[in-house]
Protein backbone atom coordinates (compact mmCIF):
# COMPACT_ATOMS: atom_id res chain seq x y z
CA UNK A 1 0.00 0.00 0.00
CA UNK A 2 1.29 3.15 -0.68
CA UNK A 3 2.66 5.20 2.45
CA UNK A 4 4.62 8.45 3.09
CA UNK A 5 6.07 8.38 5.86
CA UNK A 6 8.22 11.65 7.41
CA UNK A 7 11.02 12.39 9.75
CA UNK A 8 10.32 13.53 13.37
CA UNK A 9 9.65 16.67 15.41
CA UNK A 10 11.68 19.32 15.24
CA UNK A 11 12.47 22.88 17.13
CA UNK A 12 14.27 24.86 16.10
CA UNK A 13 16.00 28.62 16.52
CA UNK A 14 15.21 31.99 14.86
CA UNK A 15 17.19 32.16 11.64
CA UNK A 16 18.30 28.70 11.19
CA UNK A 17 17.14 25.65 9.11
CA UNK A 18 15.28 22.97 8.87
CA UNK A 19 15.14 19.90 6.85
CA UNK A 20 12.05 17.17 6.28
CA UNK A 21 12.23 13.49 4.70
CA UNK A 22 9.80 12.06 3.02
CA UNK A 23 10.15 8.08 2.60
CA UNK A 24 7.61 6.65 -0.16
CA UNK A 25 6.85 3.23 -0.15
CA UNK A 26 4.28 1.07 -2.30
CA UNK A 27 4.75 2.45 -5.37
CA UNK A 28 7.37 3.47 -8.15
CA UNK A 29 8.08 6.83 -7.11
CA UNK A 30 9.34 8.59 -10.47
CA UNK A 31 6.07 8.08 -11.96
CA UNK A 32 4.51 10.78 -9.24
CA UNK A 33 5.19 14.28 -8.17
CA UNK A 34 5.66 15.29 -4.43
CA UNK A 35 4.66 18.50 -2.68
CA UNK A 36 4.53 20.34 0.56
CA UNK A 37 2.13 21.40 2.24
CA UNK A 38 2.11 23.19 5.45
CA UNK A 39 -0.50 24.31 8.75
CA UNK A 40 0.28 26.44 10.85
CA UNK A 41 -1.74 25.60 14.50
CA UNK A 42 -4.81 26.32 14.20
CA UNK A 43 -5.06 27.60 10.54
CA UNK A 44 -5.99 26.07 6.90
CA UNK A 45 -3.46 24.33 4.36
CA UNK A 46 -0.78 26.49 2.33
CA UNK A 47 1.14 24.95 -0.52
CA UNK A 48 4.63 25.33 -0.24
CA UNK A 49 6.19 23.75 -3.83
CA UNK A 50 6.40 20.66 -5.98
CA UNK A 51 9.11 18.47 -6.99
CA UNK A 52 9.06 16.15 -10.32
CA UNK A 53 10.51 12.91 -8.71
CA UNK A 54 11.74 12.28 -12.89
CA UNK A 55 13.67 15.67 -13.71
CA UNK A 56 14.01 17.65 -10.32
CA UNK A 57 12.05 20.07 -11.78
CA UNK A 58 10.56 22.61 -9.03
CA UNK A 59 7.68 25.52 -8.61
CA UNK A 60 7.81 26.59 -5.52
CA UNK A 61 5.68 29.67 -3.53
CA UNK A 62 6.22 33.30 -4.22
CA UNK A 63 6.49 34.25 -0.59
CA UNK A 64 8.71 31.07 0.20
CA UNK A 65 11.07 31.43 -2.76
CA UNK A 66 13.96 32.28 -1.64
CA UNK A 67 14.07 30.51 1.66
CA UNK A 68 13.24 27.22 0.30
CA UNK A 69 14.64 23.91 -1.49
CA UNK A 70 13.31 20.78 -2.38
CA UNK A 71 14.74 17.69 -3.27
CA UNK A 72 14.86 14.39 -3.87
CA UNK A 73 16.97 11.05 -3.35
CA UNK A 74 15.41 8.38 -5.76
CA UNK A 75 17.76 5.73 -4.13
CA UNK A 76 15.79 5.80 -1.68
CA UNK A 77 12.60 6.76 -2.38
CA UNK A 78 12.88 9.85 -0.55
CA UNK A 79 11.71 13.86 -1.37
CA UNK A 80 12.92 16.19 1.32
CA UNK A 81 12.12 19.71 1.72
CA UNK A 82 14.75 22.61 3.45
CA UNK A 83 13.62 25.77 4.76
CA UNK A 84 16.28 28.42 6.00
CA UNK A 85 16.05 31.56 8.20
CA UNK A 86 13.32 30.33 10.27
CA UNK A 87 10.83 32.55 11.45
CA UNK A 88 8.43 32.40 14.26
CA UNK A 89 5.52 32.30 11.53
CA UNK A 90 6.97 28.99 10.10
CA UNK A 91 6.01 26.99 13.06
CA UNK A 92 3.53 24.74 11.99
CA UNK A 93 2.97 21.27 10.79
CA UNK A 94 4.50 19.98 7.60
CA UNK A 95 3.00 17.70 4.85
CA UNK A 96 4.26 15.81 1.89
CA UNK A 97 2.09 14.56 -0.32
CA UNK A 98 2.01 12.60 -3.71
CA UNK A 99 0.94 14.02 -7.00
CA UNK A 100 -0.63 12.19 -9.55
CA UNK A 101 0.42 14.31 -12.63
CA UNK A 102 1.79 17.36 -13.52
CA UNK A 103 -1.67 17.71 -14.74
CA UNK A 104 -3.72 16.32 -12.32
CA UNK A 105 -2.36 18.33 -9.27
CA UNK A 106 -4.32 17.07 -6.67
CA UNK A 107 -2.77 15.49 -3.41
CA UNK A 108 -4.05 11.46 -3.53
CA UNK A 109 -1.79 10.44 -0.57
CA UNK A 110 -0.30 12.40 2.47
CA UNK A 111 2.25 11.88 4.93
CA UNK A 112 2.03 12.22 8.57
CA UNK A 113 3.20 15.46 8.96
CA UNK A 114 6.42 16.99 11.09
CA UNK A 115 5.51 19.28 13.85
CA UNK A 116 8.16 22.35 13.08
CA UNK A 117 8.58 24.75 15.98
CA UNK A 118 10.16 27.83 15.74
CA UNK A 119 11.21 29.31 19.35
CA UNK A 120 14.16 31.39 20.84
CA UNK B 1 -3.68 33.58 -8.01
CA UNK B 2 -6.99 31.95 -8.02
CA UNK B 3 -8.65 32.61 -4.89
CA UNK B 4 -11.23 30.00 -3.31
CA UNK B 5 -13.99 30.89 -0.59
CA UNK B 6 -15.65 28.13 1.07
CA UNK B 7 -19.05 29.01 3.19
CA UNK B 8 -20.22 28.28 5.81
CA UNK B 9 -17.11 28.22 8.35
CA UNK B 10 -18.71 26.16 10.66
CA UNK B 11 -21.79 23.96 9.75
CA UNK B 12 -23.74 21.94 12.63
CA UNK B 13 -25.56 19.11 11.53
CA UNK B 14 -27.17 16.13 13.41
CA UNK B 15 -26.25 12.70 12.77
CA UNK B 16 -28.33 10.92 10.19
CA UNK B 17 -28.71 14.64 8.22
CA UNK B 18 -27.71 15.85 5.21
CA UNK B 19 -24.35 18.11 4.84
CA UNK B 20 -23.80 20.34 2.10
CA UNK B 21 -20.47 22.63 1.94
CA UNK B 22 -20.07 25.15 -0.83
CA UNK B 23 -17.11 26.32 -2.59
CA UNK B 24 -16.32 29.11 -5.21
CA UNK B 25 -13.70 29.88 -7.19
CA UNK B 26 -12.62 33.82 -7.92
CA UNK B 27 -11.86 32.31 -11.78
CA UNK B 28 -13.47 29.01 -13.36
CA UNK B 29 -11.24 25.99 -12.71
CA UNK B 30 -13.50 24.54 -14.78
CA UNK B 31 -13.76 20.47 -13.01
CA UNK B 32 -10.25 20.99 -11.53
CA UNK B 33 -11.61 20.85 -8.09
CA UNK B 34 -10.74 18.35 -5.26
CA UNK B 35 -12.17 17.90 -1.84
CA UNK B 36 -10.10 16.96 1.68
CA UNK B 37 -11.39 15.98 4.89
CA UNK B 38 -9.37 16.61 7.97
CA UNK B 39 -9.61 15.46 11.50
CA UNK B 40 -7.93 16.85 14.30
CA UNK B 41 -4.09 15.46 14.30
CA UNK B 42 -4.53 13.71 11.07
CA UNK B 43 -2.93 14.70 7.67
CA UNK B 44 -5.87 15.41 5.17
CA UNK B 45 -7.14 12.77 3.27
CA UNK B 46 -8.86 13.12 -0.24
CA UNK B 47 -12.14 12.62 -0.72
CA UNK B 48 -12.71 13.96 -3.92
CA UNK B 49 -10.99 15.43 -7.36
CA UNK B 50 -12.34 15.69 -10.52
CA UNK B 51 -15.09 17.76 -9.07
CA UNK B 52 -17.04 14.37 -8.69
CA UNK B 53 -15.37 11.24 -9.20
CA UNK B 54 -14.84 9.85 -5.28
CA UNK B 55 -11.33 9.00 -4.04
CA UNK B 56 -9.84 5.36 -3.49
CA UNK B 57 -12.27 3.74 -0.75
CA UNK B 58 -14.58 6.81 -0.07
CA UNK B 59 -18.14 5.80 1.23
CA UNK B 60 -20.91 6.77 -1.33
CA UNK B 61 -22.58 8.77 0.99
CA UNK B 62 -20.05 11.32 -0.07
CA UNK B 63 -20.78 13.22 -3.22
CA UNK B 64 -19.19 16.57 -5.22
CA UNK B 65 -20.83 18.61 -7.36
CA UNK B 66 -20.10 21.64 -10.20
CA UNK B 67 -18.10 23.29 -12.57
CA UNK B 68 -16.36 26.70 -13.13
CA UNK B 69 -16.93 28.59 -9.75
CA UNK B 70 -19.36 26.97 -8.14
CA UNK B 71 -18.64 23.38 -6.22
CA UNK B 72 -20.54 21.16 -3.68
CA UNK B 73 -19.69 18.69 -1.18
CA UNK B 74 -22.97 16.53 0.16
CA UNK B 75 -22.59 14.44 3.00
CA UNK B 76 -25.59 12.36 2.72
CA UNK B 77 -26.31 11.13 5.85
CA UNK B 78 -23.76 12.62 8.25
CA UNK B 79 -22.02 9.68 10.79
CA UNK B 80 -19.78 10.06 13.69
CA UNK B 81 -16.69 9.95 11.97
CA UNK B 82 -17.80 12.65 9.47
CA UNK B 83 -17.36 15.30 12.10
CA UNK B 84 -14.28 17.55 10.34
CA UNK B 85 -12.87 20.28 8.58
CA UNK B 86 -13.36 19.71 5.00
CA UNK B 87 -11.57 21.22 2.13
CA UNK B 88 -11.26 21.95 -1.41
CA UNK B 89 -8.64 22.96 -3.58
CA UNK B 90 -8.03 24.33 -7.56
CA UNK B 91 -5.86 22.50 -9.79
CA UNK B 92 -6.89 24.41 -12.79
CA UNK B 93 -4.47 27.04 -12.62
CA UNK B 94 -0.83 25.83 -10.73
CA UNK B 95 1.34 27.23 -8.99
CA UNK B 96 -0.39 27.86 -6.94
CA UNK B 97 -2.18 25.36 -5.89
CA UNK B 98 -5.05 27.15 -3.64
CA UNK B 99 -6.96 25.63 -0.92
CA UNK B 100 -9.98 27.39 0.78
CA UNK B 101 -10.26 28.10 4.50
CA UNK B 102 -12.26 25.27 5.16
CA UNK B 103 -15.52 24.18 6.52
CA UNK B 104 -15.84 22.99 10.16
CA UNK B 105 -18.77 20.16 10.51
CA UNK B 106 -19.62 19.55 14.18
CA UNK B 107 -22.01 18.27 15.84
CA UNK B 108 -25.57 19.94 16.45
Known amino acids: QVQLVQSGAEVKKPGASVKVSCKASGYTFTIYGVSWVRQAPGQGLEWMGW????????NYAQNLQDRITMTTDTSTSTAFMELRGLRSDDTAVYYC?????????????WGQGTLVTVSS | EIVMTQSPATLSVSPGERATLSCRASLSVSTNLAWYQQKPGQAPRLLIYGASTRATGIPVRFSGSGSGTEFTLTISSLQSEDFAVYYCQQYNNWPPASFGQGTKVEIK
Open chain 1, 51 to 58: ISTYNDNT
Open chain 1, 97 to 109: ARVPASYLYYFDY
